[in-house]
């Protein structure tokens, strides 16, 4: 049987508040939390979403990666 894997969509909602909170802040430990947070978002089919992030936090524009990560939280409704 191919079963899709379950995403705890509170724990997720948790680390993108903590990723949010590391892009406020310019912290580079960002880019270490964003895998963790990409493959979680890949699981819920925000393939487009989570290379975006990827994308712009390796080229250190963590003011548009937090501009997507608010958009990307309230299509999930999940409040950031």
Do not use: P
């Not at 989570?50 to 937090?66: P, V």
């Amino acid at each position: 049987a191919n079963v899709a894997k379950e995403v705890d969509r509170v724990a997720l909602a948790d680390k993108l508040r903590e990723l949010v909170a590391l892009l406020k802040d310019d912290d580079s430990r960002a880019s270490g939390m964003v895998d963790t947070v990409t493959d979680k978002l890949n699981a819920l089919g925000q393939q487009s979403v989570a290379s975006q992030l990827k994308k712009l936090i390796a080229q250190y524009d963590f003011e548009g990666a937090l501009d997507k990560l608010k958009e990307t939280m309230q299509a999930l409704n999940m409040v950031s």
